[in-house]
């Protein structure tokens, strides 16, 4: 896979050129291994059917299922918007896929030093901010109109951080099955001896988060190592710039194209709703207050 550019959101011919199709990422999904929150048996999604009121948990039985509920219960909430199945597609896009194994390969140093037949661990932070631009810098400065909120508006998913974690204190007993599915997984699609880890996918602010495993490919080291960075194109200030490559620089990709995305070909944009943006707009209020008297 090569590519150097990251454009301005209104460059389509761009996106299209690049962008996964929806077909093949709904394709990725149903073949994504996933545990059962019961008894941590790693199996494809398809075979997994998940709990209906918030969508995050998933099991191999009704039983299962059952078992589990008593643990569960707690912080089990009704929900709309469907991060979870945001995040597969996250995993389920060929390119945002690779550009985040380049940030990994970096945040761990594997083009230095490969980790081969041990697992390493990241915690990816994630959020769902307003599509629009004018809307994002409103939520910054906590400004909306009461209409504007009633209605609630377009959302999408966008990278926070992404931090190492330690494998010996966050490595649990279903992630680690969820890592050998996963190397097994990479061996079958010809990635073999390649770095294999987990990236748990948390939103901002929630206790939960979902394990994915990720194969990091030769592809992805090689463009690690070769430090070629990104074109991108600002969309506050004209003209391009040459970005070199850092696990920054990765984010501000996956981040771009995601914003890129207009038609929602990814599936990674959701309503927000007024509860949403209810939130969004105290913690930016709060965050006001603790700056004050910086500027
Ligand atoms: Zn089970
Ligand atoms: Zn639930």
Same mark, same amino acid.
């Given at each position: #896979?090569?590519?150097?550019?990251?454009?301005? !959101?209104?460059?389509?011919?761009?996106?299209? &050129?690049?962008?996964? !199709?929806?077909? $093949?990422?709904?394709?990725?999904?149903?073949?994504? @291994?996933?545990?059962?929150?019961?008894?941590?048996?790693?199996? $494809?999604?398809a075979n997994l059917q998940r709990c209906g009121k918030?969508?995050?948990?998933?099991?191999?039985s009704k039983d299962c299922q059952k078992k589990h509920w008593p643990f569960h219960k707690i912080g089990c909430k009704e929900t709309s918007a469907?991060?979870?199945?945001m995040m597969q597609n996250f995993f389920s896009n060929a390119l945002l896929n690779h550009v985040l194994q380049i940030a990994l390969a970096l945040a761990f140093k594997l083009h230095e030093k490969p980790i081969i037949g041990t697992p390493f661990i990241a915690r990816c932070t994630v959020n769902v901010q307003p599509a629009d631009v004018m809307y994002y810098m409103q939520t910054i400065m906590g400004r909306f109109t009461d209409e504007e909120v009633k209605k609630g508006m377009e959302g999408m998913l966008q990278i926070l951080t992404l931090v190492p974690?330690?494998?010996?204190?966050?490595?649990?007993? &279903?992630?680690?099955?969820?890592?050998?599915?996963? @190397?097994?997984?990479a061996a079958e699609r010809g990635n073999v001896g390649v770095p294999v880890g987990i990236v748990d996918m948390q939103m901002k602010g929630e206790v939960h988060s979902q394990s994915f495993g990720i194969a990091i490919t030769d592809d992805a080291v090689?463009?690690?190592?070769?430090?070629?960075?990104? $074109? #991108? $194109?600002?969309?506050?200030?004209?003209?391009?710039?040459?970005? !070199? #490559?850092?696990?920054?620089?990765?984010?501000?990709?996956?981040?771009m194209h995601i914003r890129s995305d207009k038609k929602n070909q990814l599936r990674l944009r959701t309503h927000l709703s007024k509860e949403d943006i209810d939130k969004m707009r105290g913690a930016s209020e709060s965050g006001e207050k603790n700056n004050e008297g910086v500027s």
């Open positions: #896979m090569n590519f150097i550019n990251a454009v301005h !959101p209104e460059n389509k011919p761009y996106f299209r &050129a690049i962008a996964t !199709p929806t077909k $093949e990422i709904r394709a990725g999904r149903s073949n994504m @291994s996933i545990s059962c929150s019961q008894c941590t048996t790693a199996s $494809e999604r918030c969508k995050s948990a998933w099991y191999c469907d991060i979870p199945k974690l330690d494998p010996h204190k966050d490595m649990d007993y &279903a992630r680690m099955e969820l890592w050998k599915l996963s @190397s097994r997984t090689k463009r690690a190592r070769s430090g070629t960075g990104f $074109e #991108m $194109e600002s969309a506050l200030l004209p003209g391009r710039k040459q970005v !070199p #490559m850092s696990e920054q620089a990765c984010i501000d990709f996956i981040n």
